[in-house]
């Protein structure tokens, strides 16, 4: 049985996709990429600065990672149209990681915007992995407009705070029809393991790794964290019990 | 005239197009995308697309995040 993670048609080599945020610099993320065995990043859009160019680009090229433009820091449907608009002339991708977020305090999704953004994308053409809330109701509707995937939040954005409603997480899982991402909100690597027990197809995280004191080696507990929870889940875990079962035989 | 990139003010010639406007700011050819008045400029059109006086243009690229 072939395994691979399919996002509209299009094969993922990884279930963890590391994000290029918050990292020191360059060679930190360069290190915490290879480690982690990431297929796919993802990148924002920002107005082109005279030092820094393209170098994020170029350093994706050269470690064969296939981007994943987001629409960070959007705050309504439109502004979000247009990033995605951009980020595909730029990047010739037409995958996009749709943000729309409500406020700075929190970085919740503004449910209401994202959902029309999201089928205003899929009309257009794109690839639409959406960055959700973990509510199993929005997640039938962004499925339902024609998103690829969809990414619930464990918590919010760089809090480290883990999966706070996995009972949610787990009814998402249950109803999609698309692969669920588990994105945001991941501290350590229990954590990711725990969004794939929870039958998440993959893993999105960035500040967990690329704040970690020793980024490169959190990268690789994520990617272990990662195949632990994925081969768990579909090992088919035994029923809970109250009491205990002896593993040794009785003495006779 | 007068225009706007990426929220400084440049002079280009009267019949400047968005071409001109990357070459003002000495902006790489690749992984790179252009909007003019909040409407994203095609690569093709880049060349034959006329800017306006007291246009706004805003040229984007990948940084990490997210």
Redesign the interface.
């Known amino acids: 049985m072939d395994e691979t993670l399919v996002v509209g048609g299009r094969k993922i080599g990884s279930r963890l996709i590391t994000?290029?945020?918050?990292?020191a610099n360059l060679e930190v993320?360069e290190r915490a990429l290879i480690a982690s065995g990431t297929t796919l990043t993802?990148?924002?859009?920002?107005?082109?600065?005279?030092q820094?160019?393209?170098g994020?680009?170029d350093l994706l090229r050269r470690l064969g990672i296939e981007?994943?433009?987001?629409t960070?820091g959007c705050r309504t449907a439109a502004e979000a149209v247009?990033t995605a608009?951009?980020?595909?002339?730029?990047?010739e991708t037409d995958l996009v990681?749709l943000?729309v977020v409500a406020d700075e305090r929190t970085l919740l999704p503004d449910p209401i915007e994202l959902l029309d953004a999201a089928e205003q994308l899929v009309d257009d053409g794109f690839t639409v992995l959406p960055y959700t809330n973990d509510d199993p109701v929005l997640a039938r509707k962004l499925e339902q407009v024609g998103c690829a995937a969809v990414m619930p939040l464990g918590s919010p954005i760089g809090t480290g705070l883990g999966i706070r409603n996995p009972h949610n997480i787990e009814m998402i899982v249950a109803e999609a029809g698309v692969p669920v991402v588990l994105d945001a909100g991941i501290g350590t690597a229990s954590e990711a393991a725990q969004a794939m027990e929870l039958g998440c197809d993959a893993v999105l995280l960035?500040t967990a790794v690329t704040r970690a004191a020793d980024p490169e080696r959190m990268a690789q507990a994520m990617r272990l964290a990662v195949e632990a929870g994925y081969a768990a889940r579909h090992a088919g875990r035994i029923p809970r019990r109250y009491w205990a079962q002896a593993s040794s035989p009785e003495i006779d | 005239m007068k225009v706007e990139i990426n929220g400084a003010a440049h002079d280009l010639a009267d019949e400047a197009t968005v071409a001109d406007a990357l070459a003002a700011i000495a902006a790489p050819e690749k992984g790179v995308a252009v909007a003019v008045d909040g409407l994203v400029v095609r690569r093709a059109d880049w060349p034959s697309t006329r800017l306006a006086a007291g246009a706004a243009v805003e040229v984007l690229t990948a940084v990490q995040g997210g």
């Open positions: 994000g290029t945020g918050g990292a993320l993802t990148v924002a859009m920002r107005r082109i600065d005279a820094t160019g393209t994020v680009l981007v994943l433009p987001n960070a247009l608009r951009l980020a595909r002339e730029a990047l990681k943000e960035a």
